[in-house]
């Protein structure tokens, strides 16, 4: 169990100033086959539960100032089966259910610790397709094979139903709906670890299904499609600091967003008695494709930097206070400059295993190459939605 309540105060400038009150509350559990005899099975459910006001609607932000930003809505939100061949070394594993793709792809561990849903997946990504990909708060049906043939190398290919959800029916405590013509969400990872703590992650993806082209007729029609970068590790020489950095582009004639650029740094132990205290700071830049531009006259490109501390209060509390500047926000023209302040809490509760409340990974799914065991059992540990193997955020 993770619940996540967020309390903020637009104190500045986006469309309108005010106070905004969210929380998630999620439940979470993997099931091994191996109590049963089924070996390298796993069975992995997660069901969560938002309420509160949008944050999103007073900045008039496209990268989501809080990552759990969510109408209020109870859902089934993940529901797959996984077969997993191998050892810890080198491994195959077939996965197939309702699955978050952020759990697997564009996912940067050193960046778990901010708020911002652009740090979670960057914004070229998650702005695609005609419901948003397969993220949070919204999932859909897909298939995925992860191959390990070494401890450097990680692949990952899958392919997701086109539009998550129905956008019909956006409350359904269950929301799949297969469409003649929602297509797919083809997506490829390669990971090379240069470390245990630092690696190098290379994407692409592209949606089966052409979307009208922003801007031109309506005969006119383009590939949603796009590829990212990142880099993430400890900085030589300063063993408390780690960083990333992350780039991406994406066919802006489809979609809003043309490039990204996000980059941080975070450090734990810093302050003197506060050993697994973390505090960072970031920045994500969503730049509006030149059809967008001309066409609802945007400016250039949405900046967001970020600036959070978190407190370690026990292992089932964190306390993180949380500041974000966000220029030029770029839901509508000529939004102003907002300024935004924010107190994030979290508590868990697992069993058997802990769900640290100060970290975002999802204890009940066992990392890449590992086989379940009895302590991956049942779980109600949860994660943030963006598992940092996850979102918005």
């Not at 956006?170 to 090379?192: E, H």
């Not at 810093?270 to 531009?293: K, Q, S």
């Not at 540990?381 to 918005?392: D, F, R, V």
């Amino acid at each position: 169990m993770r619940d996540t309540a967020d309390f903020w105060d637009n104190a500045a400038g986006g469309r309108r100033t005010g106070t905004a009150v969210l929380n998630k509350l999620q439940l979470g559990g993997s099931f091994a086959g191996d109590r049963l005899g089924l070996t390298g099975w796993t069975l992995h459910l997660q069901i969560f539960r938002t309420d509160g006001n949008s944050l999103s609607d007073k900045v008039g932000d496209i990268q989501t100032v809080d990552s759990i930003d969510a109408r209020p809505v109870t859902r089934l939100f993940e529901s797959w089966i996984e077969k997993k061949f191998g050892d810890e070394d080198r491994s195959l594993a077939f996965r197939f259910g309702l699955m978050d793709l952020n759990s697997d792809y564009d996912s940067i561990q050193t960046s778990s610790l901010f708020v911002n849903s652009s740090q979670g997946i960057a914004a070229d990504l998650a702005r695609s397709g005609r419901n948003g990909p397969s993220i949070y708060p919204i999932s859909s049906l897909g298939f995925r094979i992860s191959w390990l043939p070494s401890k450097a190398w990680t692949f990952r290919l899958a392919a997701f139903d086109g539009v998550p959800g129905d956008p019909n029916d956006p409350n359904a405590f269950v929301s799949v709906k297969l469409g003649r013509t929602d297509g797919a969400l083809l997506i490829g990872q390669a990971d090379y670890h240069l470390s245990d703590k630092a690696k190098i992650e290379a994407g692409v993806w592209r949606y089966s299904t052409l979307v009208p082209a922003i801007g031109a007729q309506a005969s006119d029609r383009g590939a949603d499609q796009g590829a990212y970068l990142s880099i993430e590790g400890p900085i030589p020489k300063l063993d408390k600091w780690s960083a990333w950095a992350r780039v991406g582009v994406a066919n802006g004639a489809a979609q809003q967003v043309s490039r990204y650029l996000g980059a941080g740094l975070v450090g734990q132990g810093v302050v003197a008695g506060r050993p697994e205290d973390r505090i960072g700071l970031a920045i994500a830049r969503a730049e509006n494709g030149n059809p967008a531009r001309h066409t609802f006259d945007l400016r250039g490109a949405e900046t967001s930097c970020e600036l959070s501390y978190q407190v370690k209060v026990h292992d089932t509390v964190a306390l993180q206070p949380d500041l974000q500047y966000v220029v030029h926000p770029s839901a509508e023209a000529q939004v102003r400059n907002a300024l935004v302040i924010g107190l994030r809490v979290v508590l868990t509760a697992g069993y058997p295993k802990k769900a640290p409340a100060n970290e975002a990974t999802d204890p009940t799914v066992p990392p890449e190459g590992a086989q379940p065991t009895d302590d991956n059992g049942p779980d109600s540990g949860g994660s943030s939605g963006k598992p940092k193997t996850g979102s918005s955020s």
